[in-house]
């Protein structure tokens, strides 16, 4: 195999083989391939893409660099969820016990947050005694007990995935479909699950920016999960705005069992229970509406609840606050955020809420950045909402040393409100495969 060979019929836009993908790879993770070789593919694969076949080959010898989960202890039919990531995102706390509690395994590894947006381990772990870093065999014991759970990633999963995505950060080359699609796809066909639902998400919080990048991004991934013997689909979901009211670990944590509790049915809840029908199509049991009517029946008869306790108990986690949320709800400063006029609320940008979040502790800058699981963003009022002069718009909360007055103010400068209602924004976008 000859790097410059690959490089250059990469620039000139003829497909590579899934031999040659597959050499290549091998020998980047095998360190023979310098970085300055794979970052010049990587660029001009941002410039020429990839086909379809070169995005699968890709994917599938990404999958084939390291372990694969072996999840054939399960009892039942498994079903994965990926989310391309979002603020405000707690709904894997939600739909893995709502699917669980229909009879079907919802096994989960997730990884931290890093920056703007949350990650479910960081949520789990906000939770006193909640451990995420279990031996794999009593990881296959609680889904088999209860059908849910959701660990941190352990063994030599996908090694090519952590050198390339390492090197993309570093030559801006992370925001191209088929690099992106072939990152969370090989990690997803790794995890082994037989259906996979993939929520792509877009608007100024995600990484697609724009519905028509959501959707090539989401046929691509369901092509290369189809093509690699799982049964796949996705839906493009509308992150421009937050998901939900709570921003930050905690909050999330509260907010998800609120849901479970069947004590909120906004635009989360729908969201979840749209998510939880289509998981449970795939796992094959039954058309979307009668899925749909399964996954609110879990709510409404508490097994989702039940579910999410006793795996929440089964990983150490303390449950009492599933009855009393002061027990985790512990932040020392709180700064309430006040409408400047009259109007409706027609922006309330995702990213920005994100980051102020970030500002106030709940996530990281770095890698090694520790997190104030206390602190986040409350919104009292949506997209949308009608409010007066002086209503209150939000609540900062924080244990941190961060200046939150400069955050409170930088935040009040971004919302826009106006005397002409907004049109309304369905969640759902569009649904793919
Ligand atoms: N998430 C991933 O895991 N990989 C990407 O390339 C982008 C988002």
Known sequence: MNMYEIISKTKRGIELTAEEIKLMVDGYVKKEIPDYQMSAWLMAVCFKSLTQKETLALTEAMRDSGDL????GISTVTVDKHSTGGVGDKTSLIIGPV?????????KMSGKGLGHTGGTIDKLESIPGCKTQIPFEQFIDHINKTGFSIVSQSGNLVPADKLLYALRDVTAT???IPLICSSIMSKKLAMGADCILLDVKMGSGAFMKNTEDA?????LMVSVGKNAGKKCMAVVTDMDIPLGKAIGNTLEVIEATEIL?????????????????YMLVLAGKGTK??????AQEAIVSGKALEVFKRSVMQQGGDTAFIDDYGMIDKATLR???YSLSDGYIVKMDSEVIGRASLALGAGRVTKESSIDYTAGIMLEKEYGDYVKKGEKLMTLITSSDCDIEDIAGKLIETIEISENKPQERPVIIKTVG
């Open 335 to 337: 700064r309430e955020v």
């Open 99 to 107: 699917v669980a509690a229909c009879g079907v395994s919802v096994p």
């Open 215 to 219: 959707c090539s991004l989401a046929e």
């Open 174 to 176: 992370v925001d191209s």
């Open 261 to 277: 509790k069947g004590n909120d049915k906004g635009r989360l809840y729908e969201l979840c229970m749209e998510l939880s029908a």
């Open 69 to 72: 989960v072996d999840l054939t």
């Open 289 to 294: 509406d009668e899925c749909r009517k399964l």
